[in-house]
């Protein structure tokens, strides 16, 4: 029986202060303790030089007959882009977002209801790498894998549970079959076909496959500049696919740039590669750092759909993509086994399962 993402983190408990979440309404000067400094995170101020300040990550249109070369293209030079035309209705995107919105309106003591527990995976809480910080991130969030009915119930009141449901559920549906579109199409660009990764086949019912919905809320702040809403990380997916609202606040970084703003795009999503996509690609995916910024007169919400193989699967580095006289750049690695490196030694993960290879 392959371990669910459920049972991930049950011998890796990671104390995590919800229960000291602020009412964020409440505050009108930023605390100490939320007011980040460049010996919090070495790379807070890595802002874009001026001649760079335009760039930004591309917008594909995914019925552009060219599409997979631009995809492998931002993979490699961004590890993140953004699509139009993608498929899923607005509706769908206006229905989560809604419920986003409406579950973190909750007061406090309701949200905590569904706190998530030390060793669980779901339910309600501070980022889950908050840990690694001394500061605290102006932000709190919402993790679902599986049926979310549980941990609404604790929520809201049974009228509303059905249609709440049944929107993660068509959510994760669509989410599922546009993040397998596009990693065939990012692969299709390196000459990778299904012959090379049989486990992933793309006609396959998507079995081989699991993933996490992590609803994101970056309330208003008095004092954005100082504060942190999610701190640079980069996620240790295949894909992430992120529906944002209509506030900016992510921000991606390029070590040749800084940190570059994505501005929402109403109806695209933004896509970004993951450790274990890097690892598959032999490295030539880059996974991408990012982190979200707040606002001073607009709250943010976003969602984000983690994407990876279920736990069974050993993700290594596709042979046609190691020179035929080197070696893989990685040792071969579950989701589990990266998600438990991971909630130990975060960001230092991926070079932890790096082989040594001489020069
Ligand atoms: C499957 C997962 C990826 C994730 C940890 C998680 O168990 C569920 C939440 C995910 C998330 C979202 C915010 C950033 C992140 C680093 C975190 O702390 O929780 C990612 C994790 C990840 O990608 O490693
Ligand atoms: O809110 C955002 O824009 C980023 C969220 C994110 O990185 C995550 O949930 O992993
Ligand atoms: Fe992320």
Known sequence: ?????????RGHPIHLPHSHQPDFTSLSELPDSYSWTPKDDPLLDAAPSPPAANENIPLIDLNHTDAANQIGSACRTWGAFQIANHGVPLELLQGIEFLTGSLFQLPVQRKLKAARAETGFSG???????SFFNKQMWSEGFTITGSPLNDFRKLWPQHHLNNYCDIVEEYEEQMQKLASKLMWLSLTSLGVSEEDIKWASANSDLNWAQSALQLNHYPVCP?????????????????????????????VFRDDIGWVTVPPVQGSLVVNVGDLFHILSNGLFKS????ARV????????????????????????PKLVSPVGSPLYRSVTWTE?????????????????NDIDE
Do not use: C
């Open 1 to 9: 029986m392959p371990t669910m993402l459920t049972d991930v983190f």
């Open 124 to 130: 309600y809480g501070v980022a889950r790498i908050s």
């Open 223 to 251: 004092e954005p500049d100082r504060a942190m809403g999610l701190a640079a990380h980069t996620d240790s997916t295949l894909l992430t696919i992120l529906h944002q609202n209509n506030t900016a606040g992510l921000q």
């Open 288 to 291: 991408v750092l990012h982190r």
């Open 295 to 318: 606002n001073q007169t607009r709250s943010r919400l976003s969602v984000a759909f983690l994407w990876g193989p279920q736990s069974d699967i050993k993700i290594s580095p596709v």
């Open 338 to 354: 990266y998600l438990k490196t991971k909630a130990t030694h975060f960001n230092k993960a991926l070079s932890m399962i790096k």
